[in-house]
């Protein structure tokens, strides 16, 4: 094990972990959804999906077995996937299918917006789009990179009929913990539940950080990367063989 493995905890993101955290945290909390009344100690387990509904898929099935049911965020603006792919539209059926939500992952700096008339415009634009194309309702959003910008000061508990993730009602009533860019930003997650000081807890969980060998960083965005490449040079070999067309450029075995 590297010091970095050690300062930054890369052992913590595999599958093996993943579902000891769970496990922990269903001793001591209910798991609710954003639309939770509970007062009693319980957690929200979110996911914003920045990079891979593969890996959003495995964990979804994971939390199904343990009887979990949490929101997974989607990113409509995202390079490394698209909602609109056969695959990737399958995979988010399938999650919703194990009983769990889905959310809007929201990308302010795509649209360039200057106040707050055009964030609820383009708010619900991508709104309607995720409910049209799942046939789902979209009752929650979170923000993709809050910090940059105003965003991690906007106290608006719900705009455009979908509670914000970072409002004021979740700030100040969660203790939050967030695995953003692949390693604890600000408390361990396995100390916050072996701990269990907190009532309320609101978890981060990005999917592609988790995979089935502890690995850098960097070395899970590559892999998701590199997977993606995979599979879409795939369905182009499929596609032409399929079609009984050659596939000029390669050698055929």
């Keep these: 094990m590297t010091s970095l493995d ?11 972990h993943y579902i000891q955290l769970l496990k922990m945290a269903k001793k001591y909390y209910s798991f609710e959804l954003f639309t939770t009344k509970q007062k009693k100690p319980h957690v929200i387990w979110r996911h914003d999906v920045d990079m891979s509904i593969h890996r959003a898929l495995k964990l979804a099935e994971i939390e199904a077995r343990l009887g979990i049911k949490s929101t997974y965020f989607l ?3 995202s390079e490394f ?26 990308e302010f700096s795509f649209y360039k917006i200057k106040n707050f008339k055009q964030l609820e ?5 991508e709104k309607e789009i995720l409910e049209k194309t799942f046939s789902t309702k979209i009752d929650v959003f979170s923000f993709h990179n ?38 604890w930003r600000f408390e361990r997650l396995f100390d916050i539940l072996s701990e ?7 978890i981060l969980i990005h999917p592609e950080w988790w995979q089935k060998k502890s690995m850098s960083p960097k ?28 596939n000029i450029g390669i050698k055929n075995d």
Excluded at 85 to 102: A, Q, R, T
Excluded at 121 to 125: P, T
């Design 196 to 202: 269990h000081e907190h009532d309320q807890l609101h």
């Design 219 to 246: 070395d899970r965005v590559n892999r998701c990367i590199d997977f993606r490449a995979k599979s879409t040079k795939k369905s182009y070999d499929d596609f032409i063989r399929k079609n009984k067309r050659k």
């Design 6 to 16: 050690k300062k930054y905890f890369f052992s913590d993101f595999t599958e093996r």
């Design 121 to 125: 415009k383009y708010l619900k634009f």
């Design 75 to 77: 990113l409509l603006h």
């Design 146 to 183: 809050p910090e940059l910008g105003y965003l991690d000061s906007l106290s608006n508990n719900s705009i455009e009929g979908m509670k914000n993730c970072y409002g004021k009602f979740f700030k100040n009533n969660y203790f939050y913990c967030s695995d953003s860019n692949g390693y």
């Design 81 to 106: 996937y698209n909602i609109f792919e056969k695959d990737v539209y399958e995979k988010i059926k399938k999650i919703l299918k194990l009983g769990h939500k889905i959310g809007l992952h929201f």
